[in-house]
């Protein structure tokens, strides 16, 4: 799973029926302190997640698989949405180093 | 499966089901030479990995539903061991 910001919907009225009780959002990937990471996509929200907020989503078919109906063409699907990210320093390279 | 670094943890109450009842750790992938390389994933822990920790992570649903014991579902990258050394043979390139 990876952090993204939801930056819009995509409105579709016709869609396949899996998707009908669902909304599908535009997110940015982004790194874990929310810079951005690579292009937008467009993911199932199953978190009812809003613009603007940090959430994080699941690639592949277990994105089809967070659906009631896991028979669904869905590759990304968004399945959380931060409160808080705590981060433990990076002691960088250990005694390997 | 791939090495990484425990470096954080993500307090989530609004996620999905599946993910209820596990920490969701902050893992930073690693060369074997420990050093960071791509970006960091979220991955459900079943071990009890803890901050700092040098872990095994695997990313594949069948992996994830069999260490969860339960039918092929939303999760897909899980922590699966605590790495106490990685003893390399040849001196390759880290």
Known sequence: MHFARVVGTVVCTVK?????SH???LIQPTDSQGAPHGRTIVAVDLVSAAPGQRVFYVRG???ANALPDPDNPADAAIVGIVDEVRESPWTGPGDRG | MFVARVVGEVVATIKHAELAGHKLLLVQPVTPRDRPTGRPAIALDTVDAGPGDLVIVA???????QVLRRGRGAVRTVVVGVVDEIAEESRGRG
């Open chain 1, 16 to 20: 396949v029926p899996a998707w009908r």
């Open chain 1, 23 to 25: 909304r599908t959002l």
């Open chain 1, 61 to 63: 078919r277990e994105a």
């Open chain 2, 59 to 65: 990313d594949e649903g069948n992996a994830a539903a």
